[in-house]
Each structure stands twice: as structure tokens, then as C-alpha cells.
């Protein structure tokens, strides 16, 4: 949950709001971000004035995003607006603090929670990739032998791999006897070991 989310709350919240108004530095000290653990699992909270995006993992098994407000006319909406003169028009106005708002809000909340799961679905994981190359480049103990790790920048392990490579051994299955016209640089007791 750490990686790259520091901004993504940030992001989708000023997203629904940067119509409104342009961000000043006023307005960028009301941003913050914050990641916790506790028994229950793990927390990051994205604030943005008097609103917030949190995600957390509930026991490690369910992962939960919400979106809170403090200040509902923080976001704005197309409504009807009664003007002291005149007629009432349609208008982009702030959400009113209502119970007849609350369709409208739900609306605009789950919008958030959208964009930020659509953030984070963005973000490449590369953890695994480093673990699998972890293993593969060191040393390994097999029955009291030790078998060094594979080098890609080593011109006799690149060569070995683009042999492995060949598609008439995917078929055919590894042989030491198709393997050896590919790689000279090796003797048939290497191979073999």
C-alpha cells in the first residue's frame, strides 16, 4: 500500500475541485498525507482542506476506501440557485448542507473513491520482479554444491540465455548436445553440471 500513493488522494480530491478555483499557496498548506499501522491493519489518509480520502486494510483481508467531508460545500454541483433578484437559474454552486443534497454528495464522494482506485490501479508493483531477480543472481547451496547466480551483463550467461531461448529446445526439450553448437565457450562437463 506504500508505493506511490502519497499523491493519488491528493490528486483525485483536487481533481473534482480544481474547476472551482485555482490552488494557492493557501490553499496548499491545507494539504497533508499520513500512513499509519495498527492492529487492525494498515492506514493512509490523504486530507485536502476539510476533506479526506482513507484506504486501509481491514484484518489484512478486505481493503476499504472512503471519502469524508467536514465542509459539504467544498464541492460544487449543477443545482437550481434562488438569486434575491430575478429568476432562479441552473448554476455550478457548492453543495448545499442538507438532507436533500445527500444524493448529490454520494454521487460526488463516489466519484472520488473512482478516481483514486483508478489511480492506484495505474501503478506498476515491481516488488516481485525484484525478489524473483534476487533469487535467480545469487548463489544457491544444491546437495553441498554451490551454483553461482546468473550475471545478465556477462557475455557467457547472456549467451546461455539466448540459447534457452531457442525455440527448438522449447519443443524438444534442454539437451546438453543441442545446446553445445550455440555455446563454444562452455566445455560439455560445464554444461552437464
Excluded at 29 to 39: A, D, H, K, L, P
Excluded at 131 to 150: E, N, S
Aim: net charge positive; proline share 5%; with cysteine.
Amino acid at each position: 500500500m506504500r508505493t506511490g500513493t502519497a499523491g493519488a488522494g491528493r490528486h483525485v480530491l483536487a481533481i473534482q475541485h480544481s474547476s472551482d478555483r485555482q490552488i494557492t499557496p493557501l490553499l496548499a498548506q491545507e494539504v497533508g498525507s499520513q500512513f499509519s499501522t495498527r492492529i487492525e491493519g494498515t492506514c493512509i489518509k490523504h486530507r485536502f482542506g476539510k476533506c479526506s480520502i482513507k484506504m486501509y486494510d481491514k484484518t489484512g483481508i478486505v481493503l476499504r476506501i472512503e471519502t469524508t467531508t467536514n465542509d459539504v460545500s467544498f464541492f460544487k454541483h449543477h443545482r437550481k440557485v434562488e438569486h434575491r433578484q430575478g429568476p432562479a437559474t441552473r448554476a455550478l454552486a457548492p453543495v448545499k448542507k442538507s438532507i436533500y443534497s445527500l444524493i448529490d454528495l454520494r454521487e460526488i464522494l463516489l466519484g472520488c473513491n473512482r478516481r483514486y482506485l483508478a489511480h492506484l490501479s495505474a501503478l506498476d508493483d515491481f516488488s516481485a520482479g525484484v525478489r524473483a531477480l534476487g533469487r535467480v543472481t545469487k548463489p544457491h547451496d544444491v546437495d553441498g554444491k554451490t551454483v553461482k547466480g546468473i550475471n545478465f551483463f556477462e557475455p557467457d550467461d547472456s549467451a546461455l540465455l539466448h540459447a534457452l531461448q531457442n525455440p527448438r529446445v522449447n519443443i524438444t526439450g534442454v539437451r546438453r548436445a543441442d545446446l553445445l553448437p550455440d555455446l563454444p565457450m562452455f566445455s560439455p562437463t560445464r554444461l552437464s553440471s
